[in-house]
């Protein structure tokens, strides 16, 4: 099998190689072809990713490319991990907000908006590539917002398109575990859209285990959503909330603690660095990514962590993985038909009642060689319920915004977030965000 990687010149493809070189069933991914607008970062991950071949039997093959076209012809899987504007734009989504007194954040409130707007019409026309030059390929989705940008690409792939997120397995491993029990043998009760969604139960042998989790105040305690959240605010919610959900609970700590260097701020300048280094010194390459990646992972919303006083991550939970994992799987259950049940981003259908049946969500999945079918869900209370659903408003909002070019639609898009909170301030950021990030000044040009 061929896999193309968009965006291959990006930090974390290693991951995705470095699961592929443990994958030793059939059929197996027999070559990746990396394609990035960068050359020069395509040298630096290949580099890294030939150092992680060494002392294996038959990895492999890296190709690398600046032609989307060339990468996607033949391709049976296709990972779109595309950062529009690049970290640089990361770090203007969080400013403009920061400085307007509202949450910086990359995929959550105006800065997951403002991502994108730009990063829309870039997902649909290489979802357009796809249909032409590879129809029978699966794309899976690691661009984020991951909800929105799926949803925008469904428009021309249908359900040959699915995102993929580590955050609700990440969650789901913690709880397992602070039971004592296996994360293989629970079944989630999961429900949501991308970063934002709760764990309402967790079924054992036929049992929800989740509220003794919830009483049971020292187990609870190993579980890093619990402590972020607080113990007493989970049991009153009577679900564990996806760690995103932070911004919205606790809006004003997020914002206070993020009045220094932003995440995006501080992964640039690594991230750099990193690059820098390689360029520098190819025979260090895997060396140098290790030595980054374990600063990126360790550092992951440690901002809020310590507003909330949550403690360090859990070693064994960063040494689980998380995206790359999921993709593998993702990819067996798939052409090998391998049943699983995961949890997606997917067109609803009917499976979350009060959402629209286009809405791309987050829930358990049944997935196997004939593709993927939704989990139908519980009914939702309101107060989770309110919440999707002006959400999933604004991300749709925000998708026709993209592809009609309309100024209008972006500042509704801004002005309906939760976290925004007037249309003058939904203008500001607009002309914010259009003065500092060029490729969104192209996709939403003019004036409101």
């Not at 955050?167 to 913690?174: A, H, Q, T, V």
């Not at 949550?310 to 689980?320: I, Q």
Request: aromatic content about 6%; overall charge negative; hydrophobic content about 45%.
């Amino acid at each position: 099998m061929r896999l193309a990687v968009i965006g291959g010149g990006g930090f974390r493809v290693p991951l995705v190689y470095g699961a592929l070189l443990r994958d030793r069933a059939k059929p197996r991914v027999e070559e990746v072809v990396l394609h990035d607008v960068s050359a020069d970062r395509l040298a630096v991950v290949a580099h890294v990713l030939r150092q992680l071949a060494a002392g294996h039997d038959d990895p492999p093959a890296v190709r690398v490319t600046t032609s989307l076209d060339e990468a996607l012809r033949g391709a049976d899987f296709v990972f779109s991990a595309m950062r529009v504007g690049g970290l640089a734009g990361r770090t203007a989504d969080e400013r403009v907000a920061l400085e307007l007194g509202l949450l910086g954040q990359e995929t959550t409130g105006p800065g997951g908006i403002a991502y994108g707007l730009r990063t829309v019409p870039a997902a649909v026309r290489m979802a357009e590539r796809v249909a032409e030059l590879a129809p029978r390929a699966w794309v899976i989705n690691f661009t984020n917002p991951a909800g929105m940008i799926t949803e925008a690409m469904r428009r021309v792939l249908g359900d040959r398109v699915i995102g993929i997120c580590d955050s609700p397995i990440g969650l789901i491993r913690r709880a397992a575990a602070a039971l004592g029990l296996d994360p293989a043998r629970v079944e989630p009760d999961y429900v949501g859209l991308n970063h934002l969604g709760w764990l309402r139960g967790l079924g054992h042998d036929g049992e929800d285990v989740l509220p003794g989790l919830l009483a049971d105040e020292t187990a609870l305690r190993q579980v890093e959503e619990a402590r972020l959240f607080g113990p007493g605010w989970v049991r009153t919610l009577g679900a564990l909330p996806n760690e995103y959900l932070y911004y919205y609970y606790f809006t004003r700590e997020a914002i206070a603690a993020s009045r220094g260097r932003t995440r995006g701020e501080s992964l640039l300048g690594r991230q750099d660095a990193f690059y820098a280094a390689v360029q520098a010194d190819p025979g260090q390459a895997l060396a140098e990514w290790r030595a980054a990646r374990r600063e990126r992972d360790e550092s992951y919303m440690a901002d809020v962590r310590d507003t909330a006083e949550a403690g360090e991550r859990d070693a064994a939970d960063l040494a689980a993985g998380g995206y790359e994992g999921i993709a593998l799987a993702l990819m067996a259950a798939l052409s090998r038909g391998e049943p699983a049940t995961m949890i997606l981003n997917v067109r609803n259908g009917s499976a979350v009642p009060g959402l629209p049946a286009e809405a791309v969500v987050e829930i358990p999945c049944a997935v196997g060689g004939a593709g993927v079918r939704p989990l139908a869900t519980r009914p939702l209370p309101g107060r989770f319920l309110g919440l999707l659903q002006q959400v999933k408003a604004v991300e749709q909002t925000a998708i026709e915004a993209a592809l009609t070019g309309s100024a209008e639609l972006a500042v509704a898009a801004f002005a309906l977030h939760p976290l925004v909170d007037s249309v003058s301030t939904a203008r500001a950021l607009l002309d914010g965000y259009r003065s500092r990030i060029p490729e969104l000044a192209q996709v939403v040009p003019g004036t409101v």
